[in-house]
Nanobody, 124 residues
């Protein structure tokens, strides 16, 4: 059974940084695209970033492009999201997801399994 466990969330001041991790078990992610999504209170879940199976291609939401970096370590079955220059509007629960294919996609329906999420709170 596929399990994705996110970690690294927390409370940070605006302008600060956090690094999220997503560890997969019960499967290998080396042939799958991976993604990060987030959901703020009262809002729908939205795409943040994605990476293809090899790490050679990435895809970012406009709101985080240039501030966030997605990466992966297939040997560790883990995906990361480095978040810099954080803003209060980045406050949300962040979810990791494993793609149905190999590409770096951005639509929720292109992802097969999801983690439980990790809370990120950015204070002003």
């Amino acid at each position: 059974q596929v399990q994705l466990v996110e970690s690294g969330g927390g409370l940070v001041q605006a302008g600060g940084s956090l690094r999220l991790s997503c560890a997969a078990s019960g499967c290998t992610i080396r042939t799958n695209g991976m993604g990060w999504f987030r959901q703020a209170p009262g809002k729908e879940r939205e795409f943040v970033a994605a990476i293809n199976w090899s790490g050679g291609r990435t895809n970012y939401a406009d709101s985080v492009n240039g501030r966030f970096t997605i990466s992966r370590d297939n040997a560790k079955n883990t995906v990361y999201l480095q978040m810099n220059s954080l803003k209060p509007e980045d406050t949300a629960v962040y979810y990791c997801a494993i793609g149905k294919g190999t590409a770096a996609l951005s639509v929720s329906s292109d992802f097969a399994s999801w983690g439980q999420g990790t809370q990120v709170t950015v204070s002003s």
